[in-house]
């Protein structure tokens, strides 16, 4: 014979416990095909086997018994095999599965008053090629043991290959290097979700891996993943990740899976995303969750093409970050690193520390996306030692809240307390917007433009090249629509005066300085941004003074109170949203 002699069946196999029960009623031989065998029943099954040698003992196949058992070893060339199958719905689909050097080994109980037979089978074979419906997989020397019991309906299996490659229709395909799984899964009746129907068991290791996934553009990577999954717990032992531009590794537990695939229970988990480049802005675009229908009416109507993140329902994650370099919102950030948590369709950062270019910044914030068009954010941010050229360029509203900026340059500590409602382009809606702000600066200099040599004429300021001021600490409050600048003080060279106002988002400014030494006069800025060609076109004008001689700032701490108020917010979402 051309084959290779049939690997010899254990010694504990069931074939003898079989026989010694049966002993008038079994069959025990070997078959040598030298050319090959193919077998045929109508359109539902059809086999081919090349060069092949099978051994077998089976019993009970002509007494009236129900049961039938067999052993099975089979040495051959190729083995080529198709049927028909019923899914899970009960429509008929084509299955079928091609292997090179099949080396089997299998035990076969079959009771025709069962749903599915027993069945245990040790295998190793140069390649496999399977398919089933619109599932198509290859693997290159697979070996292992796969196993089904009839009375418990549970299937167990451990496969170790070198390479797979696999495609799920439209909706993924992959590829990866070596790879071990061991699985086990019991049949659980009455489930409708196929996780639950099953509840499965699995353990799982590959290597360089690539997948293109339905709805996500660029390809992901894996260059190693191990982790543990059931319906209790899914354990990430490593996951490294590169995603577009980004790389990342993820490692935790994520817990009551069940629960949650049955709506009785929130999702949750404890996991670390650390990264040593990440884009941001990419990475939430690719996780948003906008799938309900009221979104999906409004993202019909919406002309944005700003990326939403739309913050999932029924999870309670707590993540813990740590990226060495990110691009996020269009600034590129180092050193960040904080706590996320998302709960039940709240995300919340806290003291989310990082460094960008132009200062080192803080942020804690609650941000709740209950429609895209109507996304709550509350945060309180704060930036140390920022240029204040490069504050309104990372924050373009702060430019809008106080023009007054853009006449000074230097550094200044920046606190920001704020709540408001924004639209899908991120833009605020004013009517909703409350907080207070904070700046506090020193050796700026004010910068020699058309409005400060209009004021300088009327105060009899002195023409320099520079005017330093030594110090400011000005606070603002906000609310809706409208700007309350409170009275701070101002210093330059031998002068000190009194600012203070307020200012409208639509532009409109009602500003009030009075200098305080060593003249005392007054001047009163006043007009509509909007609606003047140059600054220079406000109305500007020496004023009855509204500061008393001896004026001194009262410090309201509003943006302190405001930052409390914020925070006792998100403790109670977070207290709220997890049952």
């Known amino acids: ?117 027993t069945l245990s ?52 395909d992959v590829r990866s290097g070596k790879l071990a799984l061991s699985a086990s899964a019991r049949h659980d009746k ?16 590959v290597q360089n891996a690539v997948a293109h996934l339905r709805g996500i553009e660029p390809e992901v990577k894996v260059p190693a993943c ?37 709506d009785k229970g929130l999702l949750t988990g404890n996991l670390r995303f650390i990264s040593d480049y990440a884009n941001i802005d990419e990475l939430l675009a690719l996780i948003s969750d906008d799938s309900d229908e009221a979104t999906a009416a409004e993202e019909t109507t919406t ?10 329902k029924g999870v309670d994650i707590s993540l813990y970050t740590s990226i060495n370099l990110a691009s996020a919102f269009s600034q590129s950030v180092r050193e960040l690193g904080g706590m996320v948590y998302i709960r039940d ?17 803080q942020l804690t914030a609650l941000y709740k996306t209950p429609r895209r068009n109507h996304i709550f954010c509350g945060l309180d941010y704060h930036m140390t030692n ?38 899908d382009k991120y833009e605020l809606k004013t009517s909703t917007t409350r907080g207070a702000m904070s700046i506090d600066a020193k050796d700026l200099t004010l910068l020699d433009g058309e409005v400060f040599a209009k004021i300088a004429k009327l105060l009899t300021f002195k023409k320099k090249t520079e005017n330093k001021i030594d110090s400011i600490s000005a606070e603002v409050a906000l609310y809706k629509s409208e700007l309350d600048i409170y009275p701070f003080l101002i210093s330059c060279d031998k002068w000190m005066g009194a600012v203070g106002g307020r200012h409208h988002l639509d532009g409109t400014m009602d500003y009030h300085i009075n200098l305080l030494s060593p003249l005392y006069l007054g001047v009163h800025v ?54």
């Not at 009455?190 to 290791?205: A, I, M, Q, S």
């Open 1 to 117: 014979p051309s084959a290779r002699p049939a690997t010899p069946a254990p010694a504990n196999h069931e074939k003898a416990r079989r026989i010694k029960r049966k002993p008038m009623d079994f069959l025990s031989g070997k078959l040598i095909l030298q050319e090959g065998l193919t077998v045929k029943q109508s359109d539902a099954l059809a086999a081919a086997l090349e060069a092949s040698e099978i051994e077998l003992c089976a019993s009970n196949f002509l007494s009236k018994d129900t049961v039938i058992a067999a052993d099975i070893a089979l040495v051959s060339r190729s083995l080529k095999a198709s049927l028909q199958m019923a899914d899970s719905i009960g429509n008929t689909v084509p299955a079928s599965v091609d292997s090179k050097q099949p080396n089997l080994q299998a035990y076969v109980e079959y009771d025709n008053r069962a749903t599915l037979p």
């Open 121 to 172: 089978c040790a295998f190793n074979m140069e390649h496999l090629a399977a398919t089933y419906d619109t599932i198509t997989a290859e693997v290159a020397a697979p070996q292992g043991r796969v196993s089904m019991a009839n009375e418990a309906e549970s299937l167990r299996a451990t496969i170790n290959a070198n390479q797979l490659m696999a495609s799920m229709g439209s909706m993924a």
């Open 190 to 205: 009455g489930k409708e979700n196929v996780l639950l129907e099953w509840r499965p068991r699995l353990r799982f290791d």
């Open 226 to 262: 191990k982790f543990e999954y059931s319906n209790r717990e899914f354990n990430i032992d490593t996951a490294r990740v590169e995603l577009a531009h980004s790389s990342f590794s993820l490692a935790g537990k994520v817990q009551n899976i069940g629960p949650w695939l049955e």
């Open 303 to 312: 002309e944005s093409a700003t990326p939403v993140f739309m913050v999932p």
């Open 345 to 361: 369709g709240v995300m919340v950062i806290e003291e989310m520390g990082f460094i960008c270019e132009a200062a080192k910044l």
């Open 386 to 423: 920022i240029n204040v050229e490069e504050l309104v360029n990372m924050i373009p509203q702060v430019d809008t809240l106080l023009p007054m900026l853009r006449s000074f340059r230097g550094a200044a500590n920046f606190h920001l307390a704020a709540e408001t409602y924004l639209n």
């Open 526 to 579: 006043g007009g509509n941004l909007n609606t003047f060609e140059k600054l220079s076109d406000l109305d500007i004008k020496l004023a009855k003074c509204v500061y008393a001689k001896d004026f001194k700032p009262v410090f309201r701490g509003e943006v302190d109170t405001r930052s409390a108020d914020i925070r006792a917010m998100i403790r109670k979402a977070l207290e709220s949203n997890v049952k």
